[in-house]
């Protein structure tokens, strides 16, 4: 932005949109507990500490966040989406392995 311009004010739709801007799918899993987009931006690591192995996977992207304008309005809608987004898929697959294990089996 250039001096004495003034940033349009923000909107938690606006902050989405720029989140949405931030990777680009499909996204995909390496072996080796990293998550990448297509255009192989790091989404996610393991986020494993030698000797503290706790976490699953650890979002990434505060590096180039911290260079963006309200970078965090940024980091924080994008953990608000991420959250949704696993709200939304731990539900439909919690419903779709519900009714296969309610189908009688066939012997």
Partial sequence: ?????KSEPLTKDKIKAEVL???TPPFHYSSAGYIFDSEGHT????GCVVGEERMMARIRGWGRLSYMEHPHELQDAAGEMY??????????ATKATSK???????T
Avoid at 1 to 5: D, F
Avoid at 43 to 46: P, Q
Wanted: zero cysteines; a negative charge.
């Fill in 1 to 5: 932005m250039k001096p004495n311009e």
């Fill in 21 to 23: 801007k931030l990777y």
């Fill in 43 to 46: 989404f996610s690591d393991s």
């Fill in 100 to 106: 296969n294990s309610e189908k009688p089996s066939e």
């Fill in 83 to 92: 959250a949704e987004a696993l709200n939304l898929y731990w539900a439909q």
